[in-house]
């Protein structure tokens, strides 16, 4: 299993970015994304289960960015709205067959980590 996270870059204030993870290998898993910003820890984002029926959010970033799934194409997607400069971070896919959740552990197969700059 390999999972592709690409579509990073430099933002400004209040716009946006698309994050994708393609997924090779296997077609059913929970697909989380985290973030580790420059000089913190990494921290869970946000996940959508295998069924696509099940999303969860970290608090700052409801309402801004969404999680979901194309099953056809194993991509996940983050749509990232309204972006501050506290989103700079490397963000990293992750899959897990077992069951979504917050937890690193939870998730099997990495992807390489894709960088979002947000300016002021």
């Known amino acids: 299993v390999q999972l592709q996270a690409s579509g990073g870059g430099l933002a400004q204030a209040g716009g946006s970015l698309k994050l994708s993870c393609a997924v090779s290998g296997r077609t059913t898993f929970n697909v989380a994304w985290f973030r580790q910003a420059p000089g913190k820890e990494r921290e869970f984002v946000a996940f959508v289960a295998r069924s696509s029926d099940r999303t969860y959010y970290i608090d700052p970033v409801k309402g801004r960015f969404t999680i979901s799934r194309d099953n056809f194409e194993n991509t996940v997607y983050l749509q990232m709205n309204s972006l501050k400069p506290e989103d700079t971070a490397v963000y990293y896919c992750?899959?897990?067959?077992?069951?979504?959740?917050?937890?690193?552990?939870?998730?099997?197969?990495w992807g390489q980590g894709t960088q979002v700059t947000v300016s002021s």
């Open positions: 992750a899959a897990s067959f077992l069951r979504p959740g917050v937890q690193e552990d939870l998730y099997n197969y």
